[in-house]
């Protein structure tokens, strides 16, 4: 499975819009510099995660992006089907009845179990994903990154929301 580079802008905006102060927005154009990205793939994104709710934007000179709910409340597989939609990540194609040593009129009555186990899997990653909030993301960082580069991004940031 090959997800998007977006899923992980995605999480990564979705990580810096969760500490900005209540009433603040972050532009697009400055969370792309945070993270060296493109700012017109990394808009698409962000437009994907405002469709999902996820995010709210505001125009103007103060506009930009903030969490539209609190971080407890989105997950990780909230923002990857956000940007990658819900489908499964396998589709079975059936090519079992495509064997020439199966009778022709042979009707299967179940899935193989080759989509049962991939099915399953899907699921069980999803469930993961489904099991960690944005909140619990940035506790992570928070013990996990500098003190010095968080204290810098913060500043950072405040500059620009």
Not at 43 to 49: E, G, N, P
Request: include cysteine.
């Amino acid at each position: 499975m090959n997800l998007k580079s977006q899923v992980e802008w995605a999480l990564h905006c979705c990580a810096i819009l969760a500490g900005l102060p209540e009433g603040r927005h972050l532009a697009a154009k400055d969370l792309a510099e945070l993270h060296g990205l493109p700012k017109e793939y990394l808009s698409k994104a962000m437009q994907s995660l405002s469709q999902a709710g996820l995010v709210a934007t505001t125009l103007g000179p103060q506009g930009g992006y903030r969490l539209a709910q609190a971080a407890e409340k989105i997950t990780f597989l909230d923002i990857v089907e956000a940007v990658e939609g819900r489908r499964n990540t396998f589709a079975c194609q059936e090519i079992r009845k495509n064997n020439p040593c199966r009778p022709a009129k042979q009707r299967e009555t179940k899935p193989c179990a080759i989509a049962r186990v991939m099915w399953e899997a899907d699921e069980a990653w999803r469930d993961r994903l489904r099991r960690v909030s944005l909140a619990e993301l940035v506790e992570t960082v928070g013990r996990e990154v500098p003190k010095a580069v968080l204290e810098r991004t913060a500043e950072w940031i405040a500059a620009r929301s």
